[in-house]
């Protein structure tokens, strides 16, 4: 394994979230951090592949466990989209006192949302991309829908999620409900880079199309026509790292002058 991979606990708001830390060497031109797809976890496809994609191209990638999820600690069930954007802001200043402020957030899918949201809570970031993200939050409920009347009423229920068996609460229904993401794109101050596919099934196009026309310049858009949401093609994670790597050039500053 690589001298310059790192396993690292991060104190979260449920516990100790368990990440990986991957650089090119001693001097990286920006960290990026990378927040995984709903029930995904750090060592998904697409999150390692893309990861190890942007360090050959001379990044330094955290990927982290969300609380509940892999390796981290917390009960899923008791994590929402509010607990995991205050996560994320805790591993980004996590970075910033004992290696570098990240200058990139990448997310894929509910991630994506979920930097979306963090985004505005971080201070001095060049940018954010998304990866197949939903518009809002609520977006992810179509996974268990079927569930919600029944969690409603009862306060929680058992759901399947990628085969998985997990429990979902009313207090993660209410708290994605609230959520005014379309300001919060609004307001957003980075430059943002939107990739999705046309072929997306999961999370349709039109949601990286309501994403990108509340946003404010600078903003651009990548098709990953013929990917699916979950990127399980390794040409198409490729595909992402190398566009990423480039599109960020414009925006980074040389991380030795900070």
Not at 14 to 29: C, D, R, V
Not at 202 to 225: C, N, Q, R
Not at 228 to 255: F, G, M, P, R
Request: glycine share 6%; aromatic share 8%.
């Amino acid at each position: 394994m690589s001298k310059h991979r790192s396993k690292l606990e991060i104190n979260g708001t449920q516990g100790t979230l368990a990440a990986i830390l991957e650089k090119p060497g001693p001097h990286p031109k920006a960290f990026i951090i990378y927040a995984h797809c709903f029930t995904c976890g750090k060592d998904s496809l697409a999150a390692s592949r893309i990861s190890r994609g942007l360090v050959a191209q001379g990044y330094a990638v955290l990927r982290y466990d969300f609380a509940g999820i892999g390796n981290s600690e917390g009960k899923f069930e008791d994590t929402n989209f509010t607990s995991s954007v205050d996560d994320l802001v805790l591993v980004a200043q996590h970075l910033k006192e004992n290696y570098q402020a990240p200058a990139i957030l990448i997310g894929h899918s509910f991630g994506g949302a979920v930097v979306l949201g963090a985004a505005g809570k971080i201070k001095n970031l060049k940018g954010v991309v998304t990866v197949a993200a939903p518009s809002k939050p609520c977006h992810v409920i179509k996974q268990f829908a079927q569930f919600e009347d029944e969690i409603q009423a009862n306060g929680q229920a058992d759901v399947l999620l990628s085969g998985r068996p997990f429990i979902m609460k009313k207090q993660f229904l209410d708290d994605v409900y609230s959520q005014n993401q379309d300001e919060t794109i609004r307001k957003l101050k980075t430059p943002l880079l939107v990739f999705h596919s046309p072929r997306d099934t999961t999370v349709l196009i039109k949601e990286a199309e309501h994403i990108y026309g509340y946003a404010m310049h600078p903003k651009s858009f990548i098709s990953l026509d013929p990917a699916d949401h979950l990127l399980t093609s390794s040409k198409d994670a490729a595909y992402v790292a190398s566009s990423v790597a480039v599109w960020a050039e414009h925006y980074i500053d040389d991380a030795s002058n900070h």
